[in-house]
């Protein structure tokens, strides 16, 4: 069974993105909000792969490419949350929620494990769409050529 490239780079960024903050976990920095941010670039990575391989197979078309950078960086994301689901669950559920809320970008007041999963897919929407949207600037010349002039 061959699975879509934009399934097989999603799960690439979703195991990227859980070693990545396992690590954090484990060396006890998950709280550094600066460190946090750097998982953008292993969702990059796995967006930009996509894109590679689709021109590498002759898929061209500007609006083709950014739906299927779209849809590796959102397979990523919604893996990465259902397991953080998981993950919250097994590690205590609200209690060990608090931990998480306190460096989280709108936390405040008293965030339930569910509107916690929500807000960060909210986050990881946004985000998704603007490093396809910024990487699709970048090979837009290689998937299309609009109105150029000879």
Known sequence: MKLSREFTNGFIIFVGIGIYFLIL???????????????????????????????????????????????????????????????IYYRGGEAYLETLSKGFLFGGGDPNIYYYCIGLLFESIASSIIISFCLMQYWKDKVEVINKVN
């Open 25 to 87: 976990e484990y060396l006890g920095l998950a709280n550094e909000f600066y460190l946090r941010v750097l998982n953008l670039f292993i969702v990059a990575f796995g967006v930009n792969r996509t894109i590679q391989m689709n021109v590498r197979d002759g898929i061209r078309g500007y609006n083709r490419n950014l739906l299927s950078a779209i849809a590796t960086s959102m397979i990523g994301a919604i893996l990465s949350i259902a397991s953080l689901l998981g993950y």
